[in-house]
């Protein structure tokens, strides 16, 4: 997916500001996503990468590469090497997932998924999707 490009005049509202702080209230992201683009060179002026701490005046034009849009609820197909597959049958699978995999999708998460590992094309042999995924945990 090709990543947006937009281009940013500084008003007097941000005049003096460091450059992070500016671009997230322009653009209304957080300073860490924009630290990131900054860091990455995703904002010019001209042709000129900028830092974070640097500050920017009313007029000035800045280029912004913005960052790809996430879908958090959007599965990829993740295998999971260490899953234990307990039980298995036509209409159940009962596993011991390792720690460090969730559950299902939420917001922010970027590890892998046990509700992924079940696609259609990860196992060869499993050809479900799931509908529900329980936790059960033990305490």
């Known amino acids: 997916m090709e990543r947006e490009k937009r281009a940013i005049q500084i008003d007097q509202a941000q005049d003096g500001q460091r450059v992070d702080t ?3 209230k322009v653009l209304e992201l957080s300073r860490s996503v924009v630290a990131d683009l ?3 060179g995703d904002v010019l002026q001209g042709k000129k990468p900028l830092s974070k701490s640097d500050r920017v005046s009313a007029g000035d034009r800045l280029t ?7 879908d958090p609820l959007e599965l990829k197909e ?11 049958d036509d209409d159940v699978v009962v596993v011991n997932k390792p720690v460090g995999c969730a559950a299902h999708a939420s917001p922010g998460w970027m590890g892998q998924l046990l509700s992924a590992h079940f696609l259609p094309g ?11 995924v329980r936790e059960l945990c033990r305490g």
Do not use: F, G, K
């Open 78 to 88: 993740t295998p999971i090497d260490t899953l234990e597959i307990v039980y298995d």
């Open 22 to 24: 500016a671009l997230a």
């Open 122 to 132: 990860v196992i060869e042999s499993q050809q479900l999707a799931p509908r529900s």
């Open 64 to 70: 912004v590469l913005m960052p790809a849009i996430y």
């Open 38 to 40: 900054l860091n990455a």
